[in-house]
């Protein structure tokens, strides 16, 4: 039976004891509480070419990718700590010489494809091969043989020691692809990763979207899709953080700007530490920098300070050499080579250049770089070195011009990964400086397991790059992050190039 007397009895027990209507409202009648939000929109400069970073060097690919899309056998975490992934253990043997992976069990690829041990050797084996493209290729070069014993053990000979190849396993270039899937990661990157890939708008976007079956139950996701938006101009980076169009840009491009945040309690700036050294580097076989003097000089012409103040509002820290204070075994080194115009001119007259001389610079399109590149080329012009400055787009041009086919005099570009001084022992590389002296320091840091020896090791190999200058070392680039207060996870510091989602949420 229907009772009429119902809604008057409301309104008595409301006037009486004071209580709110919204008390008898029926159950479907009451307010919804706001969902919680579970999508992120991601600001990054520059777009990466692709999405695979296995077969190129632009660390945009795994700014997108590594981690989120694509994992290793292990990663690195936030603090720079190797740690566990798709390898939940491993053994080596005495000699240093045989690495035994236990590897996760009942884990697939985004397509279904299982990962397993033949999976892991095919990764391996790609990206040493003959052929291979992969940007890091000496990462597996100590590899001898791979054995697959069992689907779940992967077993890795080495024809040396080699104390870095943990933690090379864990980089971008290392992750872990599946057979099937692999000729077409470019531009669909199928991994194992807690996000799938959804997308690409060239020029626009990329998005991703929480992976349903992700193998590693203890993650719990805070975030169910993600957009990756590319916006180049830094004026139209903090329109869009303030506008809300973009949620998070976890590396600002404009330091100048950071100010224009504060005061707004919607927007959490953060000031970290990264493995970013803005170096300009020199064609060390092509004259006059295959003269140790005229490198020295230039070294000298340069206030770092100045530097720091114009290129990155103050924002970074000098270094003499091609490390950062975060890594094991630092030694101050901007001393070497201390800012004296006058001491320059006098080693450029010894070299043959007492009138100075002419060359250019290419620079790509990244603040730091012409910024830089105008303060040098004024501190050059007082030693009567005229530099020309040419803008070359990264990374197409400049990976073709520069880095492949070392047609340049000097650039400047920041080297992002960690502790990677042996790039001056690679032959080729861009910077072509060849230093028997410096590659025995390398193969006597690769061959001990000693970490007192190391870091002794280590500054003796950054002592030789400090005083031979075979690139112009200039600072560290802060991590500049600007994103919303509620947003919780993102990296704070950044031991390498990423956007590690895992841990992102919104705290309402």
């Known amino acids: ?77 936030r ?9 939940k253990s491993w053994d080596i043997s005495a000699d240093g010489l045989t690495y035994t992976f236990h590897l996760q069990e009942g884990v697939t690829f985004h397509d279904g494809e299982p990962f397993d041990s033949a999976a892991a050797k095919f990764s391996l084996d790609r990206a040493r091969g003959k052929d291979s493209v992969n940007p890091q290729k000496r990462f597996f070069a100590a590899i001898d043989t791979i054995e697959t014993p069992d689907a779940s053990t992967l077993v890795l000979k080495l024809k040396t020691r080699n104390s870095s190849l943990l933690s090379w396993l864990g980089w971008p270039a290392s992750v872990m692809l599946g057979p099937k899937s692999a000729a077409d990661a470019k531009t669909k990157p199928i991994g194992t990763g807690p996000f799938k890939f959804v997308s690409w708008a060239k020029g626009d976007r990329v998005e991703l979207a929480a992976n349903p079956g992700y193998w590693n139950k203890a993650v719990k996701l805070g975030l169910d899709k993600v957009t990756f938006r590319f916006i180049g101009d830094p004026q139209a980076q903090a329109a869009a953080l303030k506008s809300g169009d973009v949620d998070a840009f976890p590396e600002f491009a404009a330091p100048e700007l950071m100010e224009s945040f504060k005061g707004d309690e919607k927007l959490a700036t953060v000031i970290g530490n990264t493995e970013l050294k803005v170096v300009a580097g020199m064609n060390n076989a092509r004259k006059p920098f295959n003269d140790k003097r005229v490198r020295q000089a230039l070294m000298m012409a340069v206030d770092r300070a100045t530097v720091i103040e114009g290129a990155w509002s103050g924002l970074g ?20 080579h201390p800012y004296d115009p006058a001491k320059a001119k006098a080693l450029l007259t010894e070299a043959g250049y007492p009138d100075g001389f002419s060359f250019t610079i290419k620079t790509p399109q990244m603040a730091y770089a012409p910024r830089s590149a105008e303060i040098l080329q004024a501190m050059f012009a007082e030693i009567g070195v005229t530099m020309t400055i040419e803008p070359t787009e990264f990374p197409a041009k400049w990976v073709q011009d520069v880095f492949k086919g070392t047609d340049y005099d000097m650039t400047i570009v920041a080297h992002a990964e960690p502790m990677d001084l042996d790039i001056y022992a690679r032959d080729p590389y861009y910077f072509n400086y060849k230093n028997p002296a410096f590659n025995d320091v390398l193969a ?4 001990t397991t000693d970490t007192a020896e190391q870091d002794k090791l280590y500054g003796e190999a950054q002592t030789i790059l400090a005083d031979d200058v075979p690139a112009l070392y200039l600072f560290v680039l802060p991590k500049l992050g600007v994103w919303n207060a509620k947003l919780k996870g993102l990296w704070e510091n950044e031991p390498i190039p990423s956007n590690v989602l895992t841990d992102v949420h919104w705290e309402e």
Request: aromatic letters at 6%.
């Open 317 to 336: 820290q000098a270094i003499g050499s091609h490390y950062t204070p975060n890594d094991r075994g630092y030694i101050d080194t901007t001393g070497v």
């Open 444 to 447: 006597k840091i690769e061959q």
């Open 79 to 87: 603090t720079g700590k190797v740690v566990p992934q798709l390898a």
């Open 1 to 77: 039976m229907i009772n009429h007397f119902a809604p008057a009895r409301r309104r008595l027990l409301c006037a009486v004891f004071g209580l709110s209507a919204a008390l008898f409202l029926p159950l479907g009648m009451l307010p919804a509480e706001a969902a919680p939000k579970t999508s992120l929109v991601l600001g990054m400069n520059p777009e990466p070419q692709g999405l695979d970073p296995t077969i190129a060097a632009p660390v945009a690919i795994g700014q997108v990718t590594w981690q989120n899309v694509f994992e290793g056998l292990v990663a690195i975490d």
